[in-house]
């Protein structure tokens, strides 16, 4: 079944939650810039790209 534009941005939305969570929860450094790039990965999926800027 293909998703349409809504299904995949929920999901994208869904996972960068999680995304920003675990760099929350994060450590070390190393865990926090591995974070940092799945937060800016999902963020530029999601459509928002303010948190996906450099």
Not at 8 to 23: E, K, P, T, V, W
């Amino acid at each position: 079944m293909k998703r349409d534009f809504q299904q995949r941005r929920a999901y994208a939305l869904c996972r960068l939650s999680g995304a920003i969570d675990r760099y929350l929860l994060a450590t070390t450094s190393a865990a926090k810039k591995q974070a940092v790039k799945w937060v800016r990965a999902w963020a530029r999926a999601a459509g928002v790209d303010d948190l996906a800027r450099d």
